[in-house]
């Protein structure tokens, strides 16, 4: 049973809604072109000037849960939220509630040293300085993070560090300054989950390139900026590295588990946003004689497009209120599960708007093609769905393997079903 908004939680919608009516859904064509002109290694001026009318506002570090820098709300509560500012790709930096700085923010927060919150964690809350996550490999398969080559060796009081990094969300932001970085200190320690270790690194530290900026689906820079960078002998402080050696996997975890839901949850405000532009052009738009929206075929997905947002919904607002009563790891199938489902509803919903659109809809000039864009390499981040489907079946497997049941002829029987020959 999934609990009722609290009257807080409205109150800050209603303040959010407001603020993106007039701040944000107004300047998203500002921003796309800002991002265009000044590519994918610029500030944008339209983000510096929202900011601090966001932070005014009191619509500021939304995410952080349970915390006393942040708004303080549940998972679940933060959900009716992060869906709102999901509708646009503006909006989730504005707020300071962007990925990957939410999940670094909160990483600092539960594992870095009192020394890191004050040089790192402290200016990232204020948007000062933003962040990057350094952990897919171009020369292996990532989805198995234990294939992670990267290397952090020790030197006396320093770790030395040698990667290829790519998809390094953020890395090409010149407000970027400082990245969590997850390798190998201990390659040879049996347990493969322990090889692992996340460490701080300065993006100032030399030895670090960010060689590249890498387009999603041929867009640079909005909303991620993901980039290639090479680390080459990059030497930083023993003390910068996060909850000890071996620990990376388990940092890892406690990092993903919220931020699977934050992408879930702003893809479905992502979705619910395309589906009314798709109602919108099927009226305005006539073929045959009659309305785009009087066409059995249009009506049958918009149906379908409403059943698929409003079941994700329900499933991630789920999994959140779980992670909030009973933790992380005892959600950790609900989470499997959203991350499967929304982002492959957000594909088809868009998919099917695209269809409605037309031409227009494969390229810039609606949204829905960035809308693809993003659903579909969501598939892929934070664990691609092949990865998370096989967690789920192994978890269901388990939980049926633990049933003391007599057996499927007994069964059989059992059910009233004639015996087999």
């Not at 209603?14 to 009516?21: H, N």
């Not at 040698?162 to 390094?168: F, I, Q």
Request: hydrophobic share 40%; glycine share 8%.
């Amino acid at each position: 049973m999934i609990p009722e908004k609290s009257a807080r939680v409205t109150e800050l919608e209603t303040r959010l809604k407001a603020f993106m009516a007039e701040h944000i859904y107004p300047n998203e064509a500002r921003l796309f072109r800002e991002a265009e002109e000044l590519g994918p290694f610029a500030t944008y001026p339209v983000m510096e000037e929202l900011k601090p009318k966001a932070r005014t506002a009191g619509l500021w570090n939304l995410f952080l849960p349970d915390s006393d820098k942040g708004a303080g709300l549940s998972n679940l509560e933060y959900g009716h939220l992060c869906e709102i500012m999901g509708r646009s790709l503006l909006a989730p930096e504005v707020f300071n509630c962007n990925a990957p700085d939410t999940g670094n923010m909160e990483v600092i927060e539960r594992y870095g040293r009192e020394e890191d919150k004050e040089r790192w964690l402290k200016p990232l809350l204020a948007g000062e300085i933003r962040s990057c996550f350094a952990m897919t490999e171009p020369a292996v398969a990532s989805s198995d993070a234990t294939n992670i080559q990267a290397e952090i060796t020790r030197d006396g009081d320093d770790y030395v560090i040698n990667a290829h990094k790519w998809y390094t969300t953020g890395a090409s932001n010149p407000a970027t300054k400082i990245c969590i970085f997850m390798g190998k200190t201990d390659p040879g320690n049996p347990d493969r989950h322990k090889q692992q270790s996340m460490i701080l690194v300065p993006m100032d530290t030399p030895g670090i390139t960010v060689t590249r900026s890498l387009p999603v689906f041929g867009y640079y820079g909005v909303p991620d900026r993901a980039s290639e960078v090479v680390f080459e002998n990059v030497r930083v402080p023993a003390e910068n590295i996060l909850l000890g050696e071996g620990r990376g996997f388990e940092i890892a975890q406690g990092r993903l588990g919220p931020g699977r839901i934050h992408h879930c949850m702003r893809l479905i405000g992502l979705a619910e946003r395309t589906l009314e532009d798709m109602i919108d052009r099927a009226l305005q738009r006539v073929a045959f004689g009659k309305s785009v929206a009087d066409q059995g075929v249009t009506r049958e997905r918009i149906a379908e497009a409403r059943i698929m947002i409003d079941q994700c919904r329900l499933l991630t607002l789920h999994a959140a209120h779980k992670m909030d009563t009973v933790g992380n790891k005892e959600a950790r199938a609900e989470i499997a599960m959203i991350k499967i489902a929304v982002p492959n509803m957000a594909c088809q919903v868009t998919d099917w708007a695209i269809q409605v659109f037309g031409g227009g809809g494969t390229g810039n000039d609606f949204g829905t093609a960035m809308s693809y864009a993003i659903a579909r390499v969501l598939r892929l981040a934070d664990g691609p769905d092949e990865v998370h489907r096989d967690q789920l079946a192994r978890m269901e497997i388990k939980k049926r393997k633990g049933i003391n049941h007599p057996g499927w002829t007994r069964m059989e029987t059992k059910r009233g079903l004639p015996p087999q020959s």
